[in-house]
T-cell receptor, first 116, second 116 residues
Framework: GAVVSQHPSRVICKSGTSVKIECRSL??????MFWYRQFPKQSLMLMAT?????????EQGVEKDKFLINHASLTLSTLTVTSAHPEDSSFYIC????????????FGPGTRLTVL | AQTVTQSQPEMSVQEAETVTLSCTYD???????LFWYKQPPSRQMILVIR????KQQNATENRFSVNFQKAAKSFSLKISDSQLGDAAMYFC?????????????WGLGTSLAVNP
């Protein structure tokens, strides 16, 4: 199956700093990528849908100025958590949709963000 | 609005036995996909099985099979000959097959324990 990578896998930062998370589709071109947030023992919460070359579409309640998404190429989307605070600590997962008959989403391994 | 409901927060099964995880959904669409995803402790999301709504035949993947009841909007997952490696969170998800972004709608998950 298609492979999606995320970097970094873990990051610890101080409150007030910004953190960038990269999501790459390694063996296919993804016109659409998705960013999720997952709290412990909970389901995935969609934060935004990222389309290559256009502005991301954010879900209700997600601050677009805090969670900056850039999808500059068909294989790379980035999520930047700006001015991070402890409440932003979470597990962030990206997925990339492979064009085709199933339009299947393939998931990255996730990034654990801890804000001190 | 489309919703997915998993009514069993936790389930357990003896190794080599069979277990069924429940999922119901609500939609007014007729063209859609249903999925079961597995999230082991590594937190990598893995596709277990998919079902296309217009196919009456239940999908199967080795030890995994579904019971898809379209009229009842039910989509249960049966795991046969359970193995220790099956222990994980299992998420049921729905995705419409129309529209530009085709977001996944997630259930809250079922935590499956496999007892030796």
């Amino acid at each position: 199956g298609a492979v999606v990578s995320q970097h970094p896998s873990r990051v610890i930062c101080k409150s007030g700093t910004s953190v960038k998370i990269e999501c790459r589709s390694l063996d296919f071109q993804a016109t659409t990528m998705f960013w999720y947030r997952q709290f412990p023992k909970q389901s995935l919460m969609l934060m935004a849908t990222s389309n290559e070359g256009s502005k991301a579409t954010y879900e209700q309640g997600v601050e677009k100025d805090k969670f900056l998404i850039n999808h500059a190429s068909l294989t790379l989307s980035t999520l930047t958590v700006t001015s991070a605070h402890p409440e932003d600590s979470s597990f962030y997962i990206c997925s990339a949709r492979e064009p085709g008959s199933y339009n299947e989403q393939f998931f990255g391994p996730g990034t654990r963000l801890t804000v001190l | 609005a489309q919703t997915v409901t998993q009514s069993q927060p936790e389930m357990s099964v003896q190794e080599a036995e069979t277990v069924t995880l429940s999922c119901t959904y609500d939609t007014s669409e007729s063209d859609y996909y249903l999925f079961w995803y597995k999230q082991p402790p590594s937190r990598q999301m893995i596709l277990v099985i998919r079902q296309e709504a217009y196919k009456q035949q239940n999908a199967t993947e080795n030890r995994f099979s579904v019971n898809f009841q379209k009229a009842a909007k039910s989509f249960s997952l049966k795991i046969s000959d359970s193995q220790l490696g099956d222990a994980a969170m299992y998420f049921c998800a729905y995705r419409p097959n129309t529209g530009n972004n085709r977001k996944l709608i997630w259930g809250l998950g079922t935590s499956l324990a496999v007892n030796p």
